[in-house]
Structures are given as structure tokens and as C-alpha cells.
């Protein structure tokens, strides 16, 4: 899995797969979701994050395995 966050462009991005992306749909306004040819989500796109999460919560992205 990879995380990207894109401050210029106030995105933050989840790939799942590596697998190519054959279609993607806005599920949410500024939730956009990318599919591969066996219509599994393997990509999770949000928009606006500034407004969604505080800058400062975003450099302490903190990772829980249960």
C-alpha cells in the first residue's frame, strides 16, 4: 500500500493494488474511488483535505495493524 499527499494539489491518495486502474468514480464529492479490470477498488482519492483534516494531523499519520 502507498500514501501520497499532494499539498499542492490538496489531495491525499491510498493505492491498494498496483494493479492497472480501468475506471474510477466519485462515490462522494471529493471521494473518488479507481477500479482495476476485475472491478475491485485498488485506489482511494481525497479531495479538499485542508478542509477535511488539519495540516498538522496529516505529518503525523499513525499506522494500526490489528
Do not use: C, W
Not at 492497472?20 to 485498488?42: M, R, T
Amino acid at each position: 500500500m502507498r500514501i501520497k499527499i499532494d499539498e499542492a494539489a490538496d489531495a491525499l491518495y491510498f493505492r491498494l493494488d498496483e494493479s492497472p486502474i480501468v475506471d474510477s468514480e466519485e462515490v462522494q464529492p471529493g471521494i473518488i474511488l479507481d477500479y482495476n479490470a476485475a472491478g475491485q477498488a485498488v485506489g482511494i482519492e481525497i479531495l479538499g483535505i485542508k478542509e477535511r483534516i488539519p495540516v498538522e494531523e496529516l505529518r503525523r499519520l499513525h499506522f494500526e495493524t490489528v
